[in-house]
């Protein structure tokens, strides 16, 4: 699995133990396991959501939708589509 966010505060304790004192060290503690029991390899990095945007569209998408919601799609949703089409041509200029 590879993890991409935009938080560095979620990056940092996810590659140390940085996290164990703080209010969420749990919280932590519990994803990292999570991840460990899941997915036999995990890289995760840092991604400036400027440089995301497809992803955190995405996102937003989801976290609007009400749970009775079925997020499955045949196929990209156009506003997906015209992102990830602009990053792309940003990234060739």
Same mark, same amino acid.
């Given at each position: 699995?590879?993890? #991409?966010?935009?938080?560095? @505060?979620?990056?940092?304790?996810?590659?140390?133990?940085?996290?164990?004192?703080?209010?969420?060290?749990?919280? @932590? $503690?519990? $994803?990292?396991? *999570? @991840?460990? #029991?899941? *997915?036999?390899? &995990?890289?995760?990095?840092?991604?400036?959501?400027? &440089?995301?945007? /497809?992803?955190?569209?995405?996102?937003? $998408?989801?976290?609007? &939708?009400?749970?009775?919601?079925?997020? /499955?799609?045949?196929?990209?949703?156009?506003? @997906?589509?015209?992102?990830? /089409?602009?990053?792309?041509? #940003?990234?060739?200029?």
């Amino acid at each position: 699995m590879i993890l #991409e966010t935009d938080s560095l @505060i979620l990056t940092q304790p996810m590659k140390d133990n940085s996290y164990r004192l703080a209010m969420v060290g749990g919280a @932590i $503690l519990e $994803l990292k396991n *999570f @991840i460990r #029991e899941n *997915f036999s390899f &995990c890289e995760i990095s840092f991604v400036p959501r400027s &440089c995301n945007k /497809a992803v955190d569209a995405l996102a937003t $998408l989801g976290y609007l &939708c009400s749970q009775e919601i079925d997020l /499955a799609w045949n196929g990209t949703p156009s506003c @997906i589509g015209d992102l990830v /089409a602009n990053d792309f041509a #940003e990234s060739l200029s």
